[in-house]
């Protein structure tokens, strides 16, 4: 009989997680590629100068950070995946949208300060940790990006 | 005070140079932000309870090196680095270091 219960959970916890987190990453990426383009004028680079060097008027750090886990269904792909190895494309996914969000935070914090150029770009990745006390559980990823944001003389 | 993650401070000459400086602080999750996680985990996408937790963390870091820095006697942080641990289940240590300098 619990064997039965956990089997209906796991189905269950596998259909909510494929439907709702497919839809979610549709609408996050969605949300991304806009903003990406809205804030294309916004250069990012990861050199540490540029060549109006004496227009600098003032530099501030500026960073952006977002935590984010995988659906049920992926992380289960992702364990089957496991045993097979190979590409793991739900771990793909999910990291390309953290570095996105990150760096368009990151940007947004730019703006605020009415930057004109980012410098010296850095990525900063890492698991932070099982998030239950399951043993399966594979956790969630904080990706950070950080750079000098760069205000032109006029 | 300037924080910048390059390595100079554009039209400014370095006149005195302090070392590396540094902050970190240890957070743990709690039970609220760890419950909402935990149905988070099920449907994926982002934590923003978690985000929130680090990035403020990630503030006091800074300013525990910033204060450092004053204590020496500087004005400006280059090349400032994050790094960031898990050292227990739970918890997590966020670090910023840097080079503590003091421009014209």
Sequence with gaps: MDILIYLIYFILFLFLGYFIGTAVEKRHYHSIGV???QYINLATVTSKKIEEADQIFSTQ?????VVISLDYFKRFGASLRNIVGGRIKSYETILDRGRREAVLRMKEEALKIKA??????RFETSAIGLITKKKNSIGCFEVLAYGTAVKLKD | MVTTN???????RIVEHFGVVQ????RARHAGADFAAGLKNIVGGELKGYTKLLEDARRESLE???RQAQLLGANTVINVRF?????????AELMAY???VRVE
């Excluded at chain 1, 750090?61 to 950070?65: K, P, Q, T, Y």
């Excluded at chain 2, 902050?23 to 240890?26: A, E, F, P, Q, R």
């Excluded at chain 2, 790094?83 to 918890?91: C, E, F, K, L, P």
């Design chain 2, 23 to 26: 902050g970190s602080t240890v």
């Design chain 2, 64 to 66: 525990r090196m910033v």
């Design chain 1, 116 to 121: 004109d150029i980012i410098l010296n770009m």
């Design chain 1, 61 to 65: 750090l500026v960073m952006g950070s």
């Design chain 1, 35 to 37: 903003r990406e383009r």
């Design chain 2, 83 to 91: 790094a960031t641990s898990a050292i227990t289940q739970g918890a």
């Design chain 2, 6 to 12: 390059i390595d100079f401070i554009p039209g400014k």
């Design chain 2, 98 to 100: 840097g080079t503590a």
